[in-house]
């Protein structure tokens, strides 16, 4: 099986709200895959059909093989979710909650499932109710990673999380991917993903604007320039793919598309380069440059909640 | 900044947030000994109808247990020990009122907001006393205006309303205490209807045994002792003032010293690991619905223990009373009326073991809200086994409930007639007659919850709606149709001599057809539903 979960044209409508608008999502076997996007653009609605407890009103879905909402009960045994937020029963302690989620799955890993509560610092005796938000993510977080799947849905899993335990969570998540697993992981922490993912869908209002590596993505996207010239400046604004360029004295900064930068260096090395600093677009603008151009297009959907 | 800064504040937002709840129960408190005072005129306009009564009916063993001591033959003391039963409700509504702006808000965390605001340490224990308080005192002077508006004496009027406004008071400061003592208002709910229970436990046993001392510890037990209408004795009205003062000095310290969250008792740990039976949907139902299958039977044990012992003498009322002995006479004698007493008590009941069948078939709903079903529908149960997970309790507690007071009533009233292998079974069977037309309700609700989620609640209204047909249905000269609507109609009275089965039958179908169009609505439907 190359791709574990294939989405295409998914619709998902909640009454007048068209959460999800023609979404395509293909993730690959073995690979930790990004799945972006802020509050309301439709990720836990995407994640909830691809669980069958969603239907989809069109498009098609396969996860693992199998149509999610079909086959949802074999399909679950072969996967791992874990929500956004963690709700416990108050009067159920947390490794409890770890094994019957565990054993529903079809059986978990007792020696992962141990060294997992150590490195998440985690006290399984404490009842539901007296964990904090963090903990209960913990408590999500153990019993998936220490399932024997092939698969981890994970939504934004790691609300909640101080910066350490984020590096443990991170740490397990690299050895699900060595062990062969396939994991999906939604979130908004861009750290995370870049630090994370091979590969990266961002979305807006229910449908991928960007699917590819982050390698891939920059290419795409604009490279900044900051360079001191010896010449005065000359024939640059003029070049295609140039942006947003400010001269002050002797020194430029300017955005350059990526089909354009062997271009512009020419032209610099031309005026004389005495110094020179470029930056790849980060993940963070890559998001941004999607999210800030329309900011009221940006909240159909808190009805996916 | 004083340890009371705030407090007004405090108040006025309990207040607020109590607008329908407080003046509810304060109002129908307060109406409720009125009502027994004019029906007592009534029912007993001569003195020697109220002699018999109070020597056939008040002093009967049974009634002093539930209700507390009677002092004289007036219509004052036939009053007072009538309304006896509501200073238990009083003291639970003060009680739970305290807690519920103490506790429960500091475990959601809402005092925590408040608490950066300009607030005396003292401030949020003193706006939740304060408010019961008063309202404790609304329910008293409401009560003494109601009595002394039937024609019965001011002062005893007065007696009995002070007494009802000191036994909330006790009790609403039992709730401050025991808001300190625990990390939950679960627990603290539990510590303070403890003491309740324990308070009621003493004086039933003090009013029933030939020494009244244990009635003098309990603080259910003072109200009568103030003797309302008959040579009111007012320094016992000191008791409950003491009581509270003590316990507020207790609260007050222990309130400040501890953390803001924390309780004095240490939160228990429970396993690290789970269980065997803790590995599907069926061991989770069982650990989520047990404790309320333990409490209702506790709870229903109880009562039934009660009232079957106290059926024999709903007969000895009317001796004396030509009318009434001629009712009487007419569904079958003395072990007529007890029968149809009992078999009244068990509709009740059975209304009320359909309200938990519904509770229980809601906990779905709750499970989906709250997003505790999302992860285990994701896992490799099916859904129809999560759906029916509960299902079978919300059939299954009823059943268990009402067997337990059929076995109850069989108890005590098979005791007081001197035949419990006779009575025993046959009012374990009346008992589970009622269970159908119970299952009912809990069947409709499924079907709301498959179908449409959102309005799941709407399974209470048609409770109430059958509630008040069976109620008001005779009295308002409903057409039979109507009637027919509600399940509970169809239940047959088998305690009678001829009753058919069939109807039970149907009842339990009808409810299994519910539930079962409930879970293949919920098999096709989007979840969450939020």
Known sequence: ?305 | MSTLTGTRHLARLILRRDRVLLPLWVLVLAVLPMTYATSFFELFPTAADRAAYAAGTARNPSIVALLGPVYGDSVGALTAQRAGFLLVIVGLASLLTVIRHTRTEEEAGRRELLGGTVLGRYAGLTAALLVTYTADLLLGLLTAAGLASTGLPAAGSYAYGLAATLTGVVFATIGGLAAQLTETAGGARGIGIAVLGAAFALRLVGDTASNDWPSWLSPLGWAARVRPYEGERWWVLALPVAASVLLAAVAYPVSVRRDLGAGVLPPRLGPATAGPALSGSFGLAWRLHRGQILWWSVGFGLMGLILGGAAKGAGRGVEGNPQLEEIMARIGGASGLADAYLGATLSLAGLAAAGYGIQAALRMRAEETTGRAEPLLATGEHRSTWLLSHVVFALLGPAVVLAVTGLAIGVTYGLSVQDVPTELPRMVGAGLAQVPAAWVPAGFAVLLFGLLPRLAPVAWAVLAVCLLLGQLGAVLELDQWLLDLSPFTHTPQVLRDTWSVTPLYALALVALLLALAGLAAFRRRDTPVT
């Open chain 1, 1 to 305: 099986m190359e791709t574990p979960i294939e989405v295409s044209g998914l619709v998902k409508t909640f009454g007048r709200t068209r959460a999800l608008d023609g979404l395509d999502l293909t993730v690959r076997a073995g690979q930790v895959h990004g799945f972006l996007g802020p509050n309301g653009a439709g990720k836990s609605t995407t994640i909830r059909v691809l669980l069958g407890l969603l239907r989809a009103d069109a498009g098609a879905v396969r996860l693992l093989d199998g149509d999610p909402w079909r086959d949802a009960v074999a399909l679950h045994r072969r996967l791992a979710y874990v929500p956004g937020d963690v709700t416990l029963w108050p009067n159920l302690s947390g490794g409890e909650v770890i094994d019957l989620l565990g054993r529903m799955r079809g059986g978990l890993d007792p020696k992962r499932r141990a060294e997992l509560l150590e490195s998440f610092e985690l006290d399984p005796r404490k009842k539901g109710r007296a964990y904090s938000k963090g903990n209960r993510q913990k408590v999500g977080l153990v019993a998936a990673l220490a399932s024997d799947v092939e698969l981890l849905i994970l939504d934004e899993p790691t609300s909640g999380l101080d910066p350490l335990m984020e590096e443990v969570f991170q740490h397990w998540v690299r050895r699900a991917k060595q062990d062969g697993r396939t994991v999906l992981l939604s979130s908004h922490i861009l750290a995370e993903v870049e630090a994370l993912c091979d590969r990266v869908t961002i979305i807006r209002n229910g449908r991928a604007v960007e699917s590819g590596t982050l390698g891939e993505l920059r290419h795409l996207h604009r490279t900044s320039i900051d360079a001191e010239v010896t010449a005065p400046l000359d024939g640059l604004a003029d070049l295609p793919g140039v942006h947003d360029l400010r001269v002050d004295g002797n020194r430029v900064r300017f955005d350059v598309d990526s089909a354009a930068l062997d271009t512009a260096l020419r032209r610099l090395t031309e005026l004389g380069v005495r110094s020179l600093v470029s930056q790849p677009p980060t993940l963070e603008e890559l998001f941004l440059r999607h999210y800030e151009v329309a900011p009221t297009e940006a909240t159909p959907a808190e009805a996916t909640r």
